[in-house]
């Protein structure tokens, strides 16, 4: 029988040349890795990031990066300049012409000549830094006249970037030859997300998969807009949470900008009953602000879904729970934490999911 069993094996070995036995070889790992990449597949975590334009999505992405020790490559960060740049005078233009259009005077009638070199100024020519360190005086005198500190402080009039303030008050830094963008500055960086941008990033062990879903709408400056950012927001969060598609999946509202909220509400300079009458709070207090605004968007969830029960069973129609962060985008430390806390929900969720399976 032992001998029946070597001859069985000499057969085997002269049944495949060589080169066919290291063509299966081949196969079998290449069949091992697909397996590998279907488990990997199935363990992804995947987070849809959606919203208006200027939300805060991209940077929220570009924090994960951060956060995770995901350095940006030396071309991205030479994107990033060049993108900086373009804010900066695309910023100032906004100004320039905010100040004419709302009537404030120059205080030195002298930067009127300035504000117009900078109309005439096309921002994708400035994109290297020594045309920008010629164009960056005259940025900076307009930046110090108080006409465009007015029209600044006036900005709910009208559309203006987050970010312009936080160049222009960076100026003097931004104009040097040598400067580099730190993660800071790439944080505050506007441009415009142009169809899906997907990025995987392994998170304790975990692969989490952020796909980035442009929002920018058409024409997106417009003077003295019908609409306002907060309903303009409230209208596609609306969409989004009430469509068919995401009646199963769990929805996570991040209200972002939180540290501009904060510093309006405190100002004085605007009140949120001229917007919304409706509201009762305090128009100076942050919390009863915040309060009213997180009513604003679960007021219109409406969608439902049925629960599965264990074996597959139907349960009971129950409204998905809609979960919620007050955050800050361009600040590491909060969206930190308020990450960490998301994390801990998915995971625990997607457990809950698989033990109902």
Partial sequence: MATAMLTCSCCLRFKYSPEEIEQRHKSQQIDRMIERERQSFRRQV??????????????????????????????????YQQTIYQNLVRGM?????????????????SNSEAGEVVLRTDPNTISEPVPFARL??????????????????????YQLSDSVEYFLDNLHRISRLDWVPSNQDILHARRATKGVVEC????????????????????????????????????????IVNHLAF???????????????IAKVRSGHTDIRSHFPQFTGDPRDPTDVQTFILSLFSSVVRRRRRSTGIGGREGEERTQPLFHHFTTAVDTENIKVVFGAV???????????????
């Fill in 136 to 157: 960056s005086p005259l940025l900076q005198a307009l930046w110090d006249d108080s006409g465009i500190r007015t029209a600044f402080q006036r900005r709910s009039e």
């Fill in 247 to 261: 009646g199963n999946v769990s929805v996570i509202l991040f209200l972002n900008k939180t540290d501009l909220l």
């Fill in 46 to 79: 995947k987070l849809l990031l959606l919203g208006a334009g200027e939300s805060g999505k991209s940077t929220f992405l570009k924090q994960m990066r951060i956060i995770h020790g995901m350095r940006f490559e030396p071309e991205a960060v030479k994107e």
């Fill in 200 to 239: 995987v990033i392994p998170i304790r062990g975990v692969p989490f998969r952020f796909v980035d879903v442009g929002g920018q709408r058409s024409q997106r400056r417009k003077w003295f807009q019908r609409t306002n950012r907060l309903e303009e927001s409230r209208n596609v969060f609306d969409t």
């Fill in 93 to 109: 233009r906004v100004l320039v012409d905010a100040r004419d259009k709302l009537g404030i005077p120059w205080q030195y009638e």
């Fill in 343 to 357: 994390r801990d929900t998915i995971l625990r969720r997607n457990l809950e999911a698989l033990m109902l399976q």
